[in-house]
């Protein structure tokens, strides 16, 4: 089984400044990992996703996550942001065997000011 | 109309009515899943159908009863629900069932559900 901890719940932050979101996961095997996007009063968009190979993930709309294995922690970044990126962002894992589900974190809600 | 859409977008019923959600998938994909989406908690996987049989159930009460006649449409038929179960549904698809820890899932706009 895995888990899911975002560990901010709401992120005010100017426009033009960086963000960052913290995810943390905790698995007993190994996992993929995931970043999602929820636009007011739309459903889900994949932002980026960690696989294998290189440990910079690069997304859409200028994001990126490292995925650090020893601190089990897959952290969204962006230098900066913009009113646009105002929306709710969800971190998501899964383990590596054939069919295993998505489990998600409770989300951390951006809100970019001008 | 691309990607996946939901009908209703918004739906209020009470407790004694019975009503279905409805997804369309317009992406050629094999997989499809309900979700719950409740104010301040995760997102919470209901129900995943590969090839329109359903792979899993995730506890989900009897009142909720899924059903996918094909491949590109999936339903959420409910009936004598409880005001926690209020929530945003959404349905999503994946191309591959086997391999969805690796493929992509495409989200719909989700179903505001109100039970009063």
């Known amino acids: 089984a895995q888990s899911v901890t975002q560990l901010d719940s709401q992120v005010p932050v100017f426009e033009e400044a960086p963000v960052e979101l913290r995810c943390n996961y905790s698995?007993?095997?190994?996992?993929?990992l995931f970043w999602y996007v929820q636009y007011p009063n739309q459903g889900l968009q994949l932002l980026l996703k960690?696989?294998?190979?290189?440990?910079l993930v690069k997304g859409i709309n200028g994001f990126e996550a490292e995925f650090n294995k020893s601190q089990t922690s897959f952290h969204l970044r962006k230098p900066s942001v913009h009113i646009s990126d105002t929306a709710e962002y969800f971190c998501?894992?899964?383990?590596?065997?054939?069919?295993?589900?998505?489990?998600f974190g409770g989300g951390t809600r951006v809100l970019v000011k001008p | 109309e691309t990607g996946v859409t939901q009908t209703p977008r918004h739906l209020v019923m009470g407790m004694t009515n019975k009503k279905s959600l409805k997804c369309e998938q317009h992406?050629?994909?094999?997989?499809m899943y309900w979700y719950k989406q409740s104010a301040k908690k995760p997102l919470e996987l209901m129900f995943v159908?590969?090839?329109?049989?359903?792979?899993e159930n995730n506890s989900v009460p009897s009142r909720f009863s899924p059903e996918c006649p094909n491949s590109s449409h999936l339903f959420l038929h409910l009936h004598t629900l409880q005001p926690e179960d209020s929530a945003l549904y959404l349905c999503?698809?994946?191309?591959?069932?086997?391999?969805?820890?690796?493929?992509?899932?495409?989200f719909g706009p989700g179903t505001r559900l109100t039970v009063t």
């Open positions: 999503a698809s994946s191309p591959d069932p086997a391999g969805a820890a690796l493929s992509e899932q495409y």
């Open positions: 698995s007993s095997v190994s996992v993929y």
């Open positions: 960690y696989l294998s190979g290189s440990t």
């Open positions: 998501a894992v899964s383990g590596q065997a054939a069919g295993n589900k998505l489990t």
């Open positions: 992406l050629g994909h094999n997989a």
């Open positions: 159908y590969n090839f329109k049989e359903q792979t």
